[in-house]
C-alpha cells in the first residue's frame, strides 16, 4: 500500500482550467498504474485517466483532448491538466495507484480533492 495525496482542485469558471497534483508517500512497493478517477454525490465514481509507469495513458472519451495525465516517477507524483472545463466535470477527483508488493498487489486512492466549474 501506498499513501496518495492530492492538490490543487478549487473553483474554476467554464473554460478555465486547473491542474491537480498526486503525491505518494512511504512507498515501499513498486507503483505501476497511477490514474485519476472522478465523482459526483450519487453517482458512481468513473475512470477519467490513466498512466502506467512506462508511461502510456488511457483517457475517457469525455475527456480526450482536453485533459492530460502525466507522471513523474522519481517524484512519484502524478498529475492531471484540465482544460476547457465544462459545469459537467464538477466532481471530487480521487488519485489512484495500482501496483505490487512482493507478491501483493494493491490498490490505492487518495482522500479526495473537490473541482467545481462553474457556468
Known amino acids: 500500500q501506498v499513501q496518495l495525496v492530492e492538490s490543487g482542485g478549487g473553483l474554476v469558471q467554464a473554460g478555465g482550467s486547473l491542474r491537480l497534483s498526486c503525491a505518494a508517500s512511504?512507498?515501499?512497493?513498486?507503483?505501476?498504474?497511477m490514474g485519476w478517477y472522478r465523482q459526483v454525490l450519487g453517482k458512481q465514481r468513473e475512470l477519467v485517466a490513466v498512466i502506467t509507469s512506462a508511461g502510456i495513458t488511457n483517457y475517457a472519451d469525455s475527456v480526450k483532448g482536453r485533459f492530460t495525465i502525466s507522471r513523474d516517477n522519481a517524484k512519484n507524483t502524478v498529475y492531471l491538466e484540465m482544460s476547457s472545463l465544462k459545469p459537467e466535470d464538477t466532481a471530487v477527483y480521487y488519485c489512484?495507484?495500482?501496483?505490487?508488493?512482493?507478491?501483493?498487489?494493491?490498490?490505492?486512492w487518495g482522500q479526495g480533492t473537490q473541482v467545481t466549474v462553474s457556468s
Open positions: 489512484n495507484a495500482k501496483g505490487r508488493d512482493g507478491v501483493f498487489y494493491y490498490n490505492s
Open positions: 512511504r512507498s515501499r512497493s513498486s507503483i505501476n498504474d
